[in-house]
């Protein structure tokens, strides 16, 4: 492709709105045959964490409560990974009732997340709101969506709050106080179910689900049939990957959203996660936090598999489960996830049918003094991670890979761009003072910088540490 330099111009957005956290995009523009478009982006997220660091030296038995505060977004998630890496730890088998109970609270929590990203964070990109906020002030810039149909989608938007409301409470039935539910313990659940609750749960869920139905998905496909362009925008490096997460079974090997990677060769080979530090504020020998460095720019690690980077989220489970194919781009994001809420409802009425009252919720287990285990789940936004280390009783190293790590990662050893930093790679950018194209690529992977930005292992070794 021929390239003319006509007037390559630099821009920074920072803070990028409408996210979770701090994040930070540098986007090149230059004009590319006769279109001006980005070049070149770097995604930095800004803001130093330590989870990691404040867990080492702590109780193993914490982990599931104190990872839950990495963020109120996707707490439940980081709860349940926690819990099941000390579960693996002595290779604990949960009574079915708990693990029913972690299905369906996780549940609720992926459909407000769903719900929260389309409308909260991602639909003001696209329609042409009222002059108030939250939809003003906005950039004015190709917004094809407006008069009377904007005022209906300004209608869905106030019934999304309230819908995510009632995903909050349906979920708080058996977890407990939202956003960071007590329920989840390392050996099953701590509330016990009852008659009345699975019958206050199921009409909850009919509620959201008659939203999902007669609401989000017509919405969706409305915004992608009105911004076709945005069917081949955002696309990336094309490779998806899913952990795979709510077990069908006690061996955890049968799950509603399997694990795998999109392409010929779908297994996932735990031994191949390495993080990479060359464009991340960490020391490349021990793994500290080292800034200024030169050629750093993110406080985010760069997960790589087999040392290349993948994209993970609700594409990637439903491009695994084989129920959407149609292709990687923004629009795709939007339409998996979607598609995966109206999946999960017949999911958790089935798990409710299978809830017993009255049956144990927990075992009671001992953790040894010495060992390692991994949680692996799938959080809202994609493939999250738990890895520990337990020595002389207490946690000796702990490791969280998030979905935004992957997502949202710098470059690596080998200077390749993490899936956002190469999905905004040829987008288009008409108005260089209102980038809207810029922001709704990076809109679409629903970036979340609070569980982004960890601290790594301090010690030699660690990248081989995921292997656990
Ligand atoms: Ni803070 Fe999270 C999800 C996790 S994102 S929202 O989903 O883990 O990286």
């Not at 963020?71 to 998630?77: F, I, K, L, N």
């Not at 389309?118 to 008069?147: A, C, E, H, N, T």
């Not at 955002?234 to 959203?257: I, P, T």
């Not at 997502?407 to 930093?421: F, I």
């Amino acid at each position: 492709m021929k390239t003319i330099r006509v007037n390559p111009q630099s821009l920074d957005i920072d803070p990028v709105v409408r996210v979770e956290g701090h994040l930070r995009v540098e986007v090149a523009v230059d004009e590319v045959d006769g279109l001006q478009q980005v070049v070149d982006a770097k995604v930095s997220g800004v803001l130093f964490r330590g989870f990691e660091r404040i867990l080492a030296g702590r109780s193993p038995w914490d982990a599931p409560d104190l990872t839950q505060r990495i963020c109120g977004v996707c707490p439940v998630s980081h709860g349940l990974a926690a819990s099941l890496a000390l579960e693996r730890v002595n290779g604990l088998r949960l009574p079915p009732n708990a693990r029913w109970m972690r299905n369906l609270t996780l549940a609720a929590n992926y459909l407000q997340s769903h719900i929260l990203h389309f409308y909260v964070l991602s639909l003001l990109d696209f329609v042409d709101g009222p002059d108030m906020p939250p939809w003003q002030p906005s950039w004015k810039s190709d917004k094809r969506i407006s008069g009377d149909e904007a005022k209906t989608f300004v209608e869905h938007y106030l019934a999304a709050l309230e819908t995510r409301r009632k995903c909050h409470e349906m979920g708080a039935i058996f977890g407990g106080k939202l956003p960071h539910p007590p329920a989840f313990v390392a050996g099953g659940f701590s509330a016990v179910p009852k008659a009345e609750d699975v019958t206050r749960f199921r009409s909850y869920l009919a509620e959201v689900e008659k939203f999902i139905h007669d609401i989000y998905l017509t919405d969706v496909e409305r915004v992608a049939g009105a911004y076709p362009d945005y069917r081949v925008i955002g696309g990336g490096h094309k490779r998806l990957l899913a952990f795979g997460c709510f077990d069908e079974d006690s061996s955890g090997a049968v799950q509603l959203f399997p694990r795998g990677r999109s392409g010929e060769d779908a297994a996932v080979d735990l031994s191949a996660i390495t993080e990479h530090v060359a464009a991340s504020w960490y020391a490349d020998d021990t793994g500290l936090p080292a800034h200024p460095k030169d050629n750093a720019y993110s406080w985010i690690k760069a997960p790589r598999y087999d040392g290349v980077p993948y994209e993970v989220g609700p594409l990637a489970r439903m491009w695994v489960k084989g129920l959407y194919q149609d292709g990687v781009s923004v629009m795709d994001r939007h339409l998996a996830r979607a598609k995966e809420a109206a999946e999960l409802v017949p999911a958790m009425r089935r798990w409710l049918d299978q809830i017993v009252p009255g049956q144990p919720v927990y075992e009671r287990f001992e953790l040894p003094a010495e060992g390692a285990g991994a949680g692996l789940v799938e959080a809202p936004r994609g493939a999250l991670g738990h890895w520990v280390k337990i020595a002389g009783g207490k946690i000796e190293h702990y490791s969280v890979i998030t979905p935004t790590c992957w997502n949202a990662s710098p470059r690596d050893a080998g200077g390749v761009r993490g899936p956002m930093e190469e999905a905004l790679i040829g987008t288009p950018v008409k108005d260089v003072a209102e980038p809207v194209e810029v922001v709704r690529v990076l809109h679409s992977f629903d970036p979340c910088l609070a569980c982004a930005v960890h601290a790594m292992r301090p010690a030699a070794g660690w990248r081989g540490f995921h292997a656990a």
